[in-house]
């Protein structure tokens, strides 16, 4: 198989997987976080009007420490205080999957 025809196969896997797992992760994990943050006064993003825009700034404020510093746009601090496991798993294949689909979006557009 050719490394066109893969990178495409996979492409396709990782698209669907970024989709799942953003709908989840905005479902689950995003309102109980904001529920949280709330309960210490802490307002979640106005700018997201629950279209799951802030699913990528919940992702990073969990998994690296530069982007808990907060900003005019968003206060990442709490995000990793009240992310539960399923939380972290849960934005560790998102974070998976949309790095692979970008990628795989890379290969197939180079050979094509």
């Known amino acids: 198989?050719?490394?066109?025809?893969?990178?495409?196969y996979s492409l396709i896997i990782f698209m669907i997987g970024t989709f799942a797992s953003g709908i989840?992760?905005?479902r689950i994990s995003v309102k109980h976080i904001n529920k949280n943050m709330?309960?210490?006064?802490?307002?979640?993003?106005?700018?997201?009007?629950?279209?799951g825009a802030s699913v990528s700034?919940?992702?990073?404020a969990m998994?690296?420490?530069?982007?808990?510093?907060?900003?005019?746009?968003f206060d990442g601090r709490f995000v990793a205080k009240y992310a539960r496991p399923?939380?972290?798993?849960?934005?560790?294949?998102?974070?998976i999957s949309v790095t692979g689909m970008m990628l795989c979006l890379c290969i197939v557009s180079y050979f094509s």
């Open 1 to 8: 198989m050719p490394a066109a025809h893969f990178a495409g």
């Open 24 to 26: 989840l992760f905005s």
């Open 38 to 51: 709330e309960k210490d006064g802490v307002l979640p993003p106005n700018w997201d009007k629950g279209i």
């Open 57 to 60: 700034f919940y992702v990073f």
């Open 63 to 73: 998994f690296f420490e530069r982007s808990r510093i907060p900003t005019p746009m």
């Open 86 to 95: 399923v939380d972290k798993t849960i934005g560790m294949i998102h974070l």
